[in-house]
């Protein structure tokens, strides 16, 4: 097991191996003044859906396994102690560190047994619990077992489901080629939006140039509006992987945010701050050996 600890910020990335080539990686972030800390959790050892910004995807670790119940649960425990206990109310438990986690079939098959898990934690130390599902809605998720199994999830009031949308489909076809196709996605997140409209919530990280040109960003957002009228969305960071690829300035970022708010507003819109790069905790960051 390796213990990275941030010089930035509160950051914490735990990385353990149980077999050769194989990692975990959980993660504790707080920032001061919050009312909740998170735990970002791999749904997998690694990930196959290519998605070109993703450093698993630019460091070859590509081949994995689901994580087991009791492996994430292993993974909340490492960290539990780091929790500030005394100066938060919630404890977010978020699918964002490693793997796909509607491609988890354990996780799908028996999630019940998952968020029982982290209710009890939770209680035992008199505190609410939210858990996010970060997904790109990969190709073979229209499926119809495997929406009902989401559906089901999704009726647990402590669930949300984050999608990262990021861009049209030729945007997506280059840098999201298993993810699946934009029409479909937002067809069947309108009927859970419909159904959960508080907790479907969109992921959008800019690139400089491959999805930055206002007038297209403003259609998306138009195309958008129709099937989530209202939707909140997130601005996370893009952390390049090497110098082929970097995201936009502050000013540019601020501006298609505004564009966004414009066109689709939410009260909880926002950008969020990068953390913990030093420790591979921040958006589409991992540790390789």
């Not at 670790?61 to 960290?79: A, F, G, T």
Request: with cysteine; hydrophobic share 40%.
């Amino acid at each position: 097991m390796k213990i990275l600890t941030s010089k930035i910020d509160n950051s914490i990335n735990v990385i353990s191996n149980s077999l050769d080539g194989e990692y975990i990686e959980s993660r504790y972030v707080y920032r001061e003044g919050s009312d909740h800390a998170i735990l970002y959790l791999s749904s997998q050892t690694g990930c196959d859906k290519s998605c070109k910004y993703c450093w698993l995807t630019q460091t070859g670790q590509v081949n994995y396994r689901d994580c087991s119940i009791e492996e994430i649960l292993m993974q909340v425990d490492s960290l539990w102690d780091r929790l500030p206990l005394d100066k938060i109310s919630t404890i977010h438990f978020n699918f964002m560190a490693r793997g796909e986690v509607l491609s988890n079939g354990i996780i799908l098959k028996n999630f019940g047994d998952l968020i029982s898990g982290f209710r009890e934690r939770c209680k035992n130390v008199n505190k609410e619990c939210k858990v996010l599902l970060s997904t790109i809605l990969p190709k073979g998720i229209m499926e119809k077992d495997v929406l009902m199994d989401i559906t089901k999830i999704l009726a647990n009031p402590e669930v949300h489901l984050y999608y990262s949308l990021y861009g049209d489909d030729d945007f997506r076809k280059k840098w999201m080629g298993k993810a699946e196709s934009l029409k479909n996605a937002l067809s069947i997140l309108h009927v859970w939006y419909m159904m959960y409209s508080e907790r479907v919530v969109l992921h959008w990280a800019f690139i400089d140039s491959e999805n930055t040109n206002k007038d297209e960003f403003y259609k998306l957002a138009i195309l958008v509006k129709q099937y989530l009228c209202g939707v909140r969305i997130n601005i996370v960071r893009f952390n390049p992987f090497d110098d082929k690829y970097k995201e936009p300035s502050e000013d540019v970022i601020q501006d298609l945010f505004d564009s966004w708010n414009f066109v689709n507003y939410n009260a909880c819109n926002k950008i969020v701050s990068r953390v913990g790069e030093d420790v591979y905790a921040s958006c589409g960051m991992f540790f390789a050996p």
